[in-house]
């Protein structure tokens, strides 16, 4: 039996440079703890090119601790190549890890698995032309970052960012039994013909929206078939967490509020203010008192007070404060998240129209 | 509570400042500034900004430079104008509730009691319209063409997909047409392969029949040529001498046919001859046997005769038979030697011992007996009788003597009778011994013709020294059998000949010799010509295979050709536009969904504004009866006030008489009372906390018991509510009811301006 380990998109920057190694230390703890025979990181492991040139040295040190018996093999993915310009990426030394770059791909075999390591480019259309040799015996994995097009659809955040189509069809035609893909931040995995193709989502909390508990793939070779392949969560990644506080009459309820969530160290944590408040100067403040209480006990913390409108006389309003009066209520009954948001959007839509209103008369 | 107001600059006022307490009367005639100083008030509470009605009407009268303030400053532009001028200040003497924007004034009641100054059924209406599914609004336009246009790019986006379905079984077909083209290719090599073994193998088997064929030729050359030699040998039998064979044959045929009548009528002859010897030697028997008889008879007689004369004596001679016979061995011993021929000596016995026998025949052969007749005739008749039947055997009839010598005399006759038979007998005896001489010498004759007749045939045979007829057709049938086969060969030789395109056997056999030379032996074993048209069958059918292969080969070629470009030509871009439609019809299903969340949040909402319109109908139940509760205090309860719902039209005042009126049909006081009621009650709701009204000449229409209530009510309002009250009024009654009514009454009296 063999053993490797997919991940993807680690993102490793300097301006997160402590808990992106933290995470990596984690999978490399992972591989060591599997004894895994390969790991494969599936593109975007810097988070940009300066990135990986100023982390590869410390990188390389933290790859050292990998086991004796792991090959590691990665591909670039769109971010080592932002801001790289025409700088090679070739020269970038990350020591244990093989750091494919051949085009149109990269072939390793390694304990009897024939990687086919495809770093990223600017269009796979050509993929009809790639000469792919006659299969073995050994199973057939195909590395890969960019978007599975025309099957399922993998949300608009990571399509608006710069992607590239992977049509599912260049797995079969490599004959693959598993796809190692990147790129897609959020977990995937689809059955295909004869391929189970694979996003193991971001190894880290990168952007806002990267709700589920982050992880890698753990995959299991019996002769030359994928036998098992499960998903491992990395804790020290943390969760990106949303939460909603809808300011009301009195505004420092919200801290309150925020006082009953248990956050963990690593995580994202961003606070959506929404409601009416007297003045700027008091939003401003809320905002103060939020950051200070909630800041140092999170690795990241924003607020976002778009939807925080200020409306002097506003607590005196007998209309808002018979509306929020209503409106509280059925915010406590409320199950359902689509109900919430609901909720959540009339209260941001009547509230705005008192303002309106009142802004008129005024 | 307001302390203070300072007026720095405000129409004719400079520098003057007016102390308030919680019960305030400015007092003064006309044109004492009161207005002013009301305006002065608003100015303050309110601060109306920009281009409100309120504020230009200000700075046209007071001017951009006016300046006056309160104390303490928190109720500086604390209230909203319209509450003021619509609710709080009750000015000019004859009250009203000022409907500015609807004419449905309890709306704007419920507006500026509740919602500083908004309307909630208003803001319900816009939630509504918002959350309608009708079609003529924006929204619902909007998503109209959204929910299109995500039709249209989802049917691109499948009419995408399923073009790269078919361009991906194409290629998979391209595979599956490349594998089958190799196949055939395949199938076409090996079918050559075998089509040329095969015409390999039929060129060697052809030869090889060549091969034979000519030496099959050669060997009919000799066998030609053995059979000419052959019949040269025996040219004899080329002349057919089957006629003179067959007449020769005829001939002798003829003679014997005639000697074998010939031998039939000497046997037939010998036979008659036999038969005559026969009756000859029967009727010698029979005339013996007769003259014996008549001897018998005769003696008989003579006896009769002689008894009747003489007795009669007779001897009488018998054979001794076992004597005779032993003479007979006797005899036939005796001629034994002279049979076998030996010695002499056995000769002399031979002849001794038949001497012996005829003696003993004739000596001892025969018993000789002499009878004596000594009895008289009847007993000579009776013996003659007796022994004649002895003698006999038969028994004479006659008894008589002279029947009895008839009869014998009958006998003697008899005897004679048989004589002349046996002489007849003896003369046909003659005869047919003669006739038998002349058959014998006949088929003498005749054999000897029937000789001389085969001898011919014999000596013809010899002359071809044969033994038999038989043979002479066996030779001349071979014989033509022989030159009948030359003659074939000979003719199949000369077809061969002009085959080879030589003339003359000689040549041909030059020729073959030649061919033989010229090839080599085959490595295959010759066949027989239906292994070889099996073969060429096989060889045929295998070339037209391989010409239908080849065609469809070249079909699949042609197909493999276009599929190929069709798929290089349009796969690879397929999932670049299939992603773009994607995140496009992703963005138009977020805006839809955005649109119908909207709507629902925004029917969420209207729902709650439409529980908070249903919570104020409740509270201006309250205030209805709040009202009438005022109303009742200042017109001392002569009249009631009937609003079962809070609504302009429901209002309804029901004097003493019992007659109910409409507030338009109301007169001037009681209108004025029933408003006065409304304007505080609705001023109490309206404010939370500290509160204010401002009364400039409020009771202008009531009489002086009304009043005294609406003073009374107001001071309960003053001391229950911690309303602040300011009075302004020229009427020195109104001051004395105020001084009497209130407890602590701050008074100022004006005086005109510029003269105080
Ligand atoms: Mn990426």
């Known amino acids: 039996m063999r053993k490797a380990i997919h991940a993807a998109d680690l993102h490793v920057s300097r301006s997160e440079q402590q808990y992106s190694f933290a995470v990596f230390d984690e999978l490399i703890e992972l591989c060591r703890r599997n004894e895994v025979d390969l790991l494969l990181l599936a593109g975007d492991l810097f988070d940009s090119y300066p990135d990986a040139v100023a982390l590869a040295p410390e990188l390389r040190e933290h790859a050292a601790a990998l086991p004796e018996a792991c090959r590691a093999v990665a591909i670039p993915g769109n971010h080592e190549e932002l801001l790289r310009g025409e700088e090679p990426l070739e020269t970038i030394d990350l020591g244990r890890i093989a750091w494919a770059t051949g085009s149109p791909f990269q072939r390793y075999t390694v304990c009897g698995i024939d990687l086919f390591a495809v770093p990223f480019r600017s269009s796979y259309a050509d993929y009809l032309t790639w000469e792919i040799p006659a299969a073995g015996e050994d199973p057939r994995i195909v590395m890969m970052h960019g978007t599975l097009a025309g099957m399922w659809f993998s949300g608009l955040e990571e399509t608006e960012e710069s992607t590239v189509a992977i049509d599912p069809d260049v797995f079969g035609r490599i004959g693959a039994s598993y796809a190692a893909l990147g790129h897609i931040h959020s977990a995937h995995t689809e059955e295909l013909e004869g391929c189970t193709a694979c996003y193991p989502g971001s190894a880290r909390v990168w952007r806002r929206g990267e709700n589920d508990l982050r992880a890698v793939q753990l995959l299991e070779f019996q002769g030359t078939a994928l036998t098992r392949h499960e998903r491992l969560t990395l804790t020290s990644a943390g969760r990106y967490r949303h939460l909603e506080l809808p300011v009301g009459i009195d505004p420092g309820k919200v801290l309150t509020h925020v006082d009953e969530h248990v956050f963990d160290s690593a995580d994202f944590v961003e606070l959506a203010l929404s409601g009416l408040i007297e003045t700027q100067a008091q939003s401003a403040q809320l905002v103060r008192k939020l950051q200070h209480r909630l800041g140092p006990r999170v690795r990241r913390l924003e607020i976002d007070t778009e939807h925080l409108e200020p409306l002097s006389g506003f607590a005196a309003l007998p209309l808002a404060r018979h509306f929020l009066e209503h409106w509280n209520r059925r915010w406590q009954h409320a199950a359902s998240p689509r109900e919430k948001d609901l909720l959540l959007e009339a209260r941001r839509n009547a509230l705005t129209k008192i303002k309106h209103r009142v802004e008129g008369r005024r | ?756």
């Open chain 2, 1 to 756: 509570m307001i302390t203070k107001l300072h007026l720095e600059s405000f129409g004719l006022y400079r520098e003057v400042s007016f102390d308030l307490g919680p019960v305030t009367a400015f007092v003064g005639p006309n044109e004492s500034g009161k207005t002013t100083l009301f305006h002065a008030l608003l100015d303050c509470l309110c601060r109306p900004r920009g281009a409100s009605t309120h504020a230009r009407a200000l700075q046209s009268r007071y001017g951009k430079l006016r300046s006056c303030t309160v104390e303490p400053p928190d109720w500086d532009g604390a209230i909203p104008v319209e509450e003021f001028t619509e609710l709080l200040a009750i000015d000019s003497g004859a009250i009203t509730l000022n409907v500015s924007e609807n004419s449905d004034w309890m709306q704007a009641v419920k507006a500026n009691l509740f919602s500083g100054g908004i309307d909630p059924s208003a803001i319900t209406r816009d939630l509504r319209r918002e959350a309608s599914e009708n079609k003529t609004y924006a929204h619902m336009k909007r998503l109209k063409e959204l929910q299109s246009r995500l039709e249209s790019l989802e049917q691109e986006r499948d009419r995408l997909s399923a073009r790269r379905a078919e361009i991906l079984g194409g290629e998979r077909r391209l595979q599956q047409q490349t594998r089958e083209h190799e196949e055939l290719e395949n199938t076409l090599r090996k079918l050559q392969q075998d089509h040329t073994r095969l015409e390999k193998h039929l060129a060697a088997q052809s030869a090889a029949m060549e091969r034979r064929r000519a030496r099959a030729l050669l060997a009919k050359i000799e066998t030609v040529e053995e059979l000419e030699r052959e019949l040269e040998l025996r040219a004899a039998f080329s002349e057919d001498a089957e006629p003179q064979l067959a007449a020769l044959e005829t001939g002798m045929e003829n003679t014997r046919s005639h000697r074998e009548h010939a031998v039939v009528a000497h046997e037939h002859r010998r036979a008659e001859r036999e038969t005559a010897l026969r009756a000859h030697r029967s009727a010698e028997h029979a005339a013996a046997a007769q003259q014996q008889l008549a001897e018998a008879a005769k003696s008989l007689r003579r006896n009769l005769e002689h008894s009747r004369a003489a007795p009669i004596t007779r001897t009488k001679r018998r054979p001794r038979p076992l004597v005779l016979a032993a003479a007979g061995v006797l005899l036939a011993t005796a001629a034994v030697p002279f049979l076998v021929l030996t010695a002499p000596e056995s000769l002399v016995v031979g002849a001794a011992l038949a001497a012996g026998a005829l003696i003993l025949g004739g000596f001892a052969g025969f018993e000789q007996t002499v009878e004596h007749d000594n009895t008289p005739v009847e007993n000579a008749l009776r013996r003659a009788r007796d022994e004649w039947q002895r003698e006999t055997g038969e028994q004479l009839s006659a008894e008589s003597y002279e029947g009895l010598i008839s009869a014998l005399t009958g006998v003697e006759s008899k005897a004679a009778a048989a004589r002349d038979e046996l002489q007849r007998r003896g003369d046909e005896l003659q005869d047919q011994e003669h006739k038998l001489t002349e058959a014998r010498a006949a088929e003498q004759t005749a054999r000897r013709t029937a000789e001389a007749a085969q001898q011919e045939l014999n000596d013809w045979l010899a002359r071809y020294g044969l033994a038999g007829t038989r043979e002479y057709h066996n030779a001349r049938a071979e014989y033509r059998s022989r030159r009948q086969r030359r003659d074939e060969l000979t003719r199949e030789l000369h077809q061969a000949a002009d085959q080879y395109g030589c003339t003359g056997r000689s040549a041909l056999r030059g020729e073959l010799a030649r061919l033989l030379e010229r090839t080599t032996e085959a490595e295959v074993e010759p066949k027989d010509n239906e292994a070889l048209r099996r073969t060429e069958s096989r060889r045929a059918q295998l070339a037209q295979e391989i010409e239908q292969l080849r065609a469809r080969r070249d079909a699949a070629a042609a197909e493999i050709a276009e599929l190929r470009g069709t798929v290089k030509g349009s796969l690879g871009e397929i999932p670049e536009q299939l992603l773009d439609l994607e995140t496009r019809i992703a963005r138009l299903d977020r805006e839809i969904g955005e649109l119908n969340d909207a709507r629902e949040a925004a029917a969420i909402a209207a729902e709650i504004f439409e529980e908070l319109g249903a919570d104020f109908d409740h509270v201006l139940e309250d205030l209805a009866r709040d009202i009438q509760a005022r109303f009742g205090a200042i017109t001392g309860n002569e009249r009631r006030l009937s609003l079962p719902k809070l609504a302009v039209d429901a209002a309804e005042v029901i004097d003493a008489g019992g007659t109910a009126r409409p507030p338009a049909q109301l007169s001037k006081g009681t209108l004025d009372a029933f408003l006065l009621a409304a304007r505080i009650a609705l001023a109490l709701q309206a404010r939370d906390g500290e509160g204010i009204l401002v009364l400039d000449e409020p009771f202008q229409s009531l009489d002086t018991e009304r009043t005294l209530g609406a003073l009374k009510l107001l001071e309960h309002v003053h001391r229950e509510n911690n309303v602040q009250l300011l009075f302004f009024t020229k009427d020195e009654r109104l001051l004395d009811a105020c001084t009497a009514v209130f407890a602590e009454l701050r008074i100022h009296r004006l005086q005109l301006v510029g003269r105080a």
